[in-house]
């Protein structure tokens, strides 16, 4: 059965539907458009000279035609021309020149525009990619990565042909068209209103596809997200996908998607290829209308057979810029529809953001108070329901309790990672609102349950806390959390190469790695969560004979639900369903028989 056809396939179909399709249903925006050519504000001066050339090419390209009918008139017709063969070769040679100045001016422009639409173009990624870096977690809590990618290279590559060749071609055409008209309008002006009638008919049928093609070509690039969400989610998901046997079906799946795609870009390319054919039929009408009333014109002698072949020149000169005008147009919708969506992630604001001017958190002491903490991931639905919590300077507190109590929300408020809908958050009686998030999150070391590492040597990924350490620092660091030895086992040791997400180190290496991350960047405040949860038995104890030294003079936080790791902790937090029900040291909680009490049993019965 297709994945496009049943119920599991539409319910995962339906995971990549975001606010991005509502973009289908916004009209053309002119001031997007001038927001998009802004990018190329830095590069004006340089486009000066490729503008100037321009010029040239095109004013060399109008003469062609204009001298030809001087050769005919003037030299070959038999009636009235000179028949002077010297003043034929000078024209000839006069033509060569303007062909070659011609030559000269377009290769200069075709080069040079080139290198400047491909710097507006590093620009612009640059620019979305420093965005998105500092958008908040909910950003991303929303979108698969696969969404977020799509907007930095395909849609941005989308644009890379306007940039490029586009916008000056655009400016030529227009200049070129102008003086054709000009022109024409100059040597006749009956023939030239003549060939002319069928231009409005032309445009009055082009305007009726603008609509239908701006709309599937963002139909096109919203298909090709979902493609790529879900690719990025089937790479990072495939040991799933084969120890459940489900290629055949996650394949059905992509076919089904792939499918999808296929048919919106054959809409989206049929609608675009509308544009030849209608420009070619008005062309033809056009070249009747000049030799059926321009012959007759030439019979009656009220125009030189000279001035038909330059009206049929600059015929052709002229229908050849509305094609690539029409062609610019609908890559001009191809290249809104992509804008709209790269604008879409660079108009998104931080929910966590600074102050303005907050100055930067000075050095800490580590003293943490949470005041009366409410929070909310989902609205009415609240994950933290008025939490208190105080931590004194050098103290650990362990947090525990049930998946969904609220253990991790309160590790990401503390990181500034989210802000609370109601209370405070004070490290030192600062409100942490109130600082800068580099400030803050430099003194804050955490290690993470679903521990990265990043693809680069074993060393990068130690030091990536603290770029400036030194070997030795990198070394004691690893060696303080026994991670020394099975580094120095490995084929270059620390210059060892390891891919995205370490899948060459055992889940337990991968976690040291982390820890010893988090404690070479020496922060005041640690955050351990769930740290030890994939380290064997052996490991961890020797983990925790390191963590008394480590956590000295430090305020740590530690999640857990291996509750035997943090019974040495200064004060254990029991949290359910985002309240604190219990709170005391280890000794004291088991003796109140509580909650507490029933997760130890639970843990030594199992």
């Not at 599991?8 to 509502?22: A, H, I, L, M, P």
């Not at 290198?115 to 507006?120: H, M, S």
């Not at 809590?141 to 990618?149: E, M």
């Not at 400016?171 to 040597?187: E, F, R, S």
Request: net charge neutral; charged share 20%.
């Amino acid at each position: 059965m297709s994945a496009g056809t049943n119920v599991k396939g539409r319910s995962r179909n339906e995971r990549f539907v975001y606010q991005d399709d509502e973009a289908i249903e916004k009209p053309f925006n002119w001031s997007q458009l001038r927001r998009l050519f802004s990018y190329m504000k830095p590069y004006r001066k340089q486009l000066m000279p490729v503008i100037a050339m321009m010029v040239v090419g095109t004013l060399t390209r109008l003469s062609i035609p204009f001298l030809m009918m001087l050769v005919i008139d003037g030299i070959i017709d038999p009636q009235k021309g000179s028949g002077n063969k010297l003043e034929l070769v000078l024209m000839g040679m006069a033509m060569l020149v303007l062909y070659g100045i011609q030559w000269a001016a377009n290769t200069y422009r075709i080069k040079h525009t080139s290198i400047i639409g491909q710097k507006v173009i590093f620009d612009l990624r640059q620019h979305l990619f420093q965005h998105i870096q500092q958008l908040s977690f909910r950003f991303y809590d929303k979108r698969p990565a696969g969404s977020v990618l799509v907007r930095v290279t395909n849609d941005v590559n989308a644009l890379q042909d306007l940039f490029t060749n586009g916008v000056v071609n655009l400016l030529m055409d227009c200049i070129q068209l102008v003086g054709i008209v000009i022109i024409l309008l100059m040597l006749n002006v009956k023939l030239g209103l003549a060939i002319m009638i069928t231009v409005p008919l032309m445009f009055i049928v082009s305007t009726s596809l603008r609509k239908r093609i701006r709309f599937a070509w963002q139909d096109v690039r919203m298909k090709q997200s979902r493609i790529n969400a879900h690719l990025n989610e089937s790479i990072q998901g495939m040991k799933v996908t084969q120890a459940f046997v489900q290629e055949k079906d996650n394949m059905n799946f992509f076919n089904g998607m792939n499918g999808i795609n296929l048919k919106s870009w054959n809409k989206a390319s049929a609608l675009n290829q509308t544009f030849g054919p209608v420009i070619e039929v008005t062309a033809a009408i056009g070249t009747c209308i000049l030799f059926w009333y321009g012959s007759s014109l030439v019979q009656s002698t009220a125009i030189t057979v000279g001035l038909l072949v330059a009206f049929a020149n600059y015929m052709g000169n002229f229908w050849e810029p509305i094609n690539r005008l029409g062609q610019m147009y609908a890559q001009l919708l191809i290249a809104m529809a992509s804008s709209e969506r790269i604008f879409e992630f660079i108009d998104e604001k931080p929910t966590v953001a600074e102050a303005e001017q907050a100055p930067p958190l000075p050095s800490i002491r580590g003293d943490v108070h949470f005041d009366n903490i409410v929070f909310e991931y989902e609205k009415g639905r609240p994950a933290l329901k008025g939490i208190s919590l105080h931590a004194k300077a050098g103290q650990s507190i362990a947090l525990v309790g049930h998946t969904g109590s609220g253990k991790s929300t309160i590790i990401n408020l503390l990181c500034r990672f989210y802000d609370p809908v109601q209370g405070r958050v004070l490290i030192d009686g600062t409100d942490i609102r109130d600082v800068t998030i580099s400030s803050l999150r430099s003194q804050v070391g955490i290690v993470m349950q679903d521990t990265f590492i990043f693809g680069g040597s074993i060393r990068d990924n130690i030091r990536y806390g603290r770029l400036d350490a030194t070997h030795e620092e990198i070394v004691a660091a690893a060696k303080a959390v026994n991670a020394h030895d099975f580094i120095m086992g490995l084929p270059d040791g620390y210059d060892t190469q390891v891919e995205e997400r370490g899948n060459v180190l055992s889940m337990g290496q991968r976690q040291l790695l982390s820890f010893a991350r988090a404690l070479l960047a020496d922060p005041k405040i640690l955050i351990l969560d769930e740290a030890t949860a994939s380290i064997d038995t052996e490991t961890e104890l020797k983990i925790q004979e390191a963590l008394k030294t480590l956590l000295e003079g430090r305020t740590s936080f530690m999640i857990a639900h291996r509750l035997s790791t943090i019974r040495h902790a200064d004060e254990i937090v029991v949290l359910d369903h985002g309240e604190i029900v219990e709170q005391g040291n280890h000794e004291a909680l088991m003796s109140r028989r509580g909650v507490y009490y029933g997760l130890i049993e639970a843990q030594y019965r199992f």
